[in-house]
């Protein structure tokens, strides 16, 4: 089913293709991790991602029917997102920031040994200031202040949609201080191959303001006490 979708989008002249590949689940071992990124490399991606298992039965019942004593614990899932990384990493791949890989030659590898590497809720990216509108139930969209959550249940969804309706269930706008965050979450790729951290564009901006909520909210607690 993967590699016919890689085969359809390929069809369409999508010729870029990013892979999600995940640790953690049910039996899962280090070599069956690793097995499992050499078949996906025969589908000739030019990104990877590689993301741990969620096991949120509370959140989502189906979830129950997996036994809590088939899943890795913590040091296996480390050791399995290693195994993953070793292999990518063996057939010459660039890891990007904590999650992300990219062949040598792709944009994502390049953007960060030029130190123009960029960060959305999603992932690493070569996009700056770009909006994401989302489409389809549950998905998220975000703005430079804002992340905005679709109805996550399908029926209602298509029936917001039907109506004409927004189909948003949440929304939250940004706080000063959490602009910082893609600042410290971008310093270590964007300079972990020679660049300098001036030669991240919005560094002095986030700084600036983390520092300025940063007393903002210790005066707010402060208030409180």
Not at 182 to 203: H, K, M, Q, V, W
Request: glycine share 8%.
């Amino acid at each position: 089913l993967t590699a016919r979708c890689v085969e359809q989008v390929r069809g369409v002249g999508i010729a870029a293709v990013n892979l999600d590949l995940i640790y953690g689940l049910p039996l899962q071992t280090e070599d069956s991790v690793a097995e499992t990124v050499a078949q996906a490399l025969t589908l000739a991606p030019s990104r990877a991602a590689v993301f741990g298992y969620a096991h949120v039965p509370w959140m989502k019942p189906h979830q129950k029917l997996i036994k809590d004593a088939e899943l890795p614990d913590a040091p296996l899932r480390f050791l399995q997102s290693q195994a993953a990384a070793r292999y990518l990493a063996g057939k010459g791949w660039t890891p990007i920031g904590l999650d992300h890989f990219a062949l040598p030659h792709d944009g994502l590898a390049a953007a960060q040994r030029s130190g123009q590497l960029r960060r959305n809720f999603q992932g690493y990216t070569t996009h700056k200031h770009c909006d994401i509108y989302a489409f389809g139930a549950s998905s998220i969209s975000q703005t430079p202040d804002t992340y905005v959550q679709n109805e996550k249940n399908v029926k209602k969804y298509q029936e917001l949609v039907a109506d004409g309706r927004l189909p948003v269930e949440r929304g939250l706008r940004v706080a000063a201080y959490d602009g910082a965050a893609p600042f410290y979450l971008l310093l270590i790729p964007n300079t972990g191959d020679g660049a300098s951290p001036a030669r991240i564009e919005p560094a002095h901006i986030w700084y600036k303001n983390f520092e300025l909520s940063v007393a903002h909210y210790r005066g707010l607690d402060d208030r409180e006490d």
